[in-house]
Structure formats: C-alpha cells, structure tokens
C-alpha cells in the first residue's frame, strides 16, 4: 500500500474524529477539556496520598472498590475509583489514558456524556466481578472466590469504554475493531479480574452503541440531511 492510499485510509478512519477534537480544541482550548484536565490533577493528587504513610488508608475508604464490599458501598467508591490508580500498574499510565481518552471523548461528546459513558463501563464491569464470582471458578465467565478481595480501581475500563464509544459514533470502525480485539487477547493471555471486566464493558458499550444507533436512526427523518462529504451516521457536530 503506498502512501496516498494510506493517507486515504487514514482520513477515512479518523477524520471526522479529528475535525470534530480539531475543531472544538481550536474553538476553546484548554476550557473544551474541564473534566478531563480535573481528572488528570485528581488521579496525580491521589498517588501522592495513597503512597503517604498517612494517605494509603483514607484514599482507600474514598475510592477502593472490591467485590466483596456490600452493593451500596461499592457504589458509593465507584465515582471516585476511577481516579484512584491501580496500586500494580505506574501511574504515569493511568494519567496517559486519562488525559488521551477522556480528553478526545470530552471534545467530541462533552462533560456529561463523557462522564456517563466513562460510568457505565466502570460499573458493567464492577457488576460482572460480583456475578463472575458467584459462577465460581468451573466456568469460563466464571472468577475464583478470591477475586472478591482484588482493590479494583483505576480508569482503564472507562478508557475502554469511552475507546470503543466513540469510534463507534465517529464510524473508525478499524479503530473500534482493534479496541475489542486487544480485549480478547488480553483475557485470552491473562484471564484475570481486570481482563474480563474489560470484555464486560466492551459489551456493555456495544450494547449502548447500538442502541445509541437505533434511537438516531429514529430521530434521522426529522433531522437535515447529511453535509457533502461527511459520512452517514457521523455526527456533525459535539453534542
């Protein structure tokens, strides 16, 4: 393949996502980004403490999600658990996933859908863990009972999540492909908590994008049509 034809496949793959980020950062800046940029400070501010003698315990009452916690609990850490890193993983990756993801999902979709989206994985995949235990171990959805005591924090099913929404919605269907991919393998190499509640949101999204798909197809015959040269289905504008 030369270079023109990737270039073509390129624009193709992601250039309604690049106009859409291009265009809302080139309008706002740094204002286009509050969540994002937020979140960045909080996760930093949250290593910090958590690695203090004095710190590791109250950033776990705040933000320490596990399985065997009692549903109202975990619910109540769950907004913050993603901001607290993972204690296994360098943080400079938790931050790297935050300020990409979060922050070309927020210039596409905005603060609130951003956030809602970033949720609803976090806890399709905080959900699956409790039911995964329950299966016990015999079965291949199934976790060993003591998965019910791994500290499960960290943004990666939200980056997931958000990944796989909005290469949805912005039709990098290669992109989106490749997110779901790397999930299979993952669980495929390491079957662990993590991984299988990475496959839990990735099916939670694609149930949500398709979704998301019906009800615009729905609502298409009451709105314009497409511009010249945008593809169907592609938002045109950050809602």
């Known amino acids: 393949m030369n270079r023109a034809a990737l270039r073509r496949a390129a624009r193709t793959e992601w250039g309604p996502l690049y106009g859409a980020v291009w265009g809302t950062l080139t309008a706002k800046r740094l204002r286009a980004l509050p969540m994002t940029l937020t979140a960045v400070v909080l996760t930093a501010v949250f290593q910090i403490v958590q690695n203090q003698s004095w710190g590791f315990e109250p950033v776990q009452r705040l933000g320490s999600v596990q399985a065997q916690l009692p549903w109202w609990l975990a619910l109540l850490r769950t907004p913050l658990s993603l901001f607290v890193p993972a204690l296994d993983l360098p943080v400079w990756g938790a931050l790297a996933q935050i300020l990409f993801v ?9 603060m609130r859908r951003t956030l809602a989206v970033a949720y609803a994985a976090t806890l399709a995949g905080t959900m699956y863990a409790r039911l995964a235990i329950a299966i016990g171990p015999h079965s291949v959805l199934g976790l060993p009972p003591d998965a019910a005591k791994v500290i499960d924090t960290g943004p990666s099913a939200a980056v997931v999540g958000l990944a796989l929404y909005v290469s949805w ?9 490749v997110v779901v991919l790397a999930m299979v393998c993952e669980v ?3 079957p662990n908590l993590a991984g299988k509640e990475h496959i839990a949101a990735v099916l939670a999204m694609l149930l949500l994008c398709l979704g998301d798909e019906a009800w615009r197809r ?3 015959p009451q709105q314009p049509h497409p ?11 950050r809602s």
């Open 102 to 110: 979060f922050g070309i999902a927020e210039a596409c979709l905005g």
């Open 218 to 220: 729905r609502k298409a």
């Open 227 to 237: 511009q010249r040269g945008q593809r169907s289905g592609a938002p045109a504008t």
């Open 169 to 177: 919605r912005y039709r990098a269907w290669f992109t989106c492909s």
């Open 188 to 190: 495929l190499v390491k």
